[in-house]
């Protein structure tokens, strides 16, 4: 039986930057970059990023309702952009970088149009939610260069990221520090002295380097979730260990000099947590071991998922 898929279309700036964010969800099957509410055929890039065309850059997302509701996609939307910028998005000006949501059906018009409300009555911002709420109409795909541009030139794209201000807005707006603070306060020593003090647990003796049971590892400090027992295996170190995390934008990478060796560092994006180290000795298709501290963790089980919020992610074990 085929699975019921939609079309979502959000305008939130540069397209590179609006891709990452939906890709790794669970139930996205497609996310494509290209221009879409202006007045000209086929347009190019010079063209829209010119103005010449009235073309928005956005992306399309084909995803499972069932899976990933609409209402979670407008939730990862407006964590992406800023919604008050009525001239463009961060260093990008114009109207081919102004932000909008695309409605392909009245119930998602509906839905677009409450969760701006409750965003703007939330007082997160002082100034007035801007980004328009449009009927969606003929979507042009980019060219080929600019899909999966995150993956393509990684190295570009988290220098562009940044030195847009995206990177610093999404920290500075989306972020709950208040309630990190409590949280990290209630840490046990070890949990603390791992995602505070990029410490290291014993190998063998920590809660999940065997564990055999089904669900998601969550971050103990935020909650966002970072691996699946989907993709754990025994790799003989001693530490839980996973092929691949299941939202790759959940998940950073930094170079690691300490104790005279050249690792890889792999922290949460959200809570900035140490989490352990990524190395390319693993079994997976891409061939990466990412060897994380028990302590980092917090297991959810399979049969817990939507008691404890993470219902979405059930369908990592269809």
């Not at 149009?113 to 939610?129: A, D, M, T, W, Y």
């Not at 089904?214 to 935020?222: L, N, P, R």
Request: glycine residues 8%; hydrophobic residues 30%; charged residues 25%.
């Amino acid at each position: 039986m085929m699975k019921q898929t939609e079309l979502a279309t959000f305008a939130g700036g540069c397209f590179w930057c609006m891709v990452q964010p939906f890709d790794e969800m669970p139930g996205i099957e497609r996310v494509v970059s290209g221009y879409t509410g202006g007045t000209v055929e086929n347009p190019t890039y010079e063209q829209v990023c010119s103005n010449q065309t009235g073309h928005y850059e956005a992306v399309q997302i084909t995803f499972q309702p069932d899976v990933f509701p609409y209402e979670k996609l407008l939730e990862l939307f407006w964590q992406q952009i800023d919604p008050t910028d009525a001239g463009g998005q961060f260093f990008d000006r114009g109207e081919s970088y102004k932000t909008a949501i695309f409605y392909h059906s009245a119930e998602q018009e509906r839905l677009a149009e409450q969760s701006k409300v409750k965003l703007q009555e939330s007082g997160k911002f002082s100034k007035p939610i801007v980004t328009e709420i449009i009927p969606a109409s003929v979507f042009y795909p980019a060219e080929e260069y600019h899909q999966d541009y995150y993956k393509k030139n990684s190295a570009h794209y988290n220098r562009y990221k940044t030195g847009s201000g995206r990177a610093k807005f999404i920290e500075d707006h989306w972020k709950n520090n208040d309630g990190k603070k409590d949280i990290i306060q209630s840490l046990t020593p070890m949990q603390y002295e791992v995602t505070q003090n990029n410490g290291t647990e014993p190998p063998f003796r920590n809660e999940y380097w065997d564990n055999k049971e089904e669900g998601i590892y969550v971050d103990i400090v935020s909650g966002k979730p970072l691996f699946s027992s989907t993709e754990q295996y025994d790799a003989g170190c001693g530490w839980p260990s996973f092929t691949k995390p299941i939202d790759e934008e959940e998940v950073d990478e930094k170079m690691d000099f300490t104790h005279g060796m050249v690792r890889t560092e792999v922290r949460s994006k959200t809570a900035d947590s140490h989490l352990g180290h990524v190395f390319n000795d693993g079994p997976g298709p891409n061939g990466l071991r990412y060897c994380i501290n028990s302590a980092a963790l917090k297991f959810i089980p399979k049969n817990e998922l939507a008691e404890k919020g993470y219902e979405r992610y059930s369908v990592l074990f269809d």
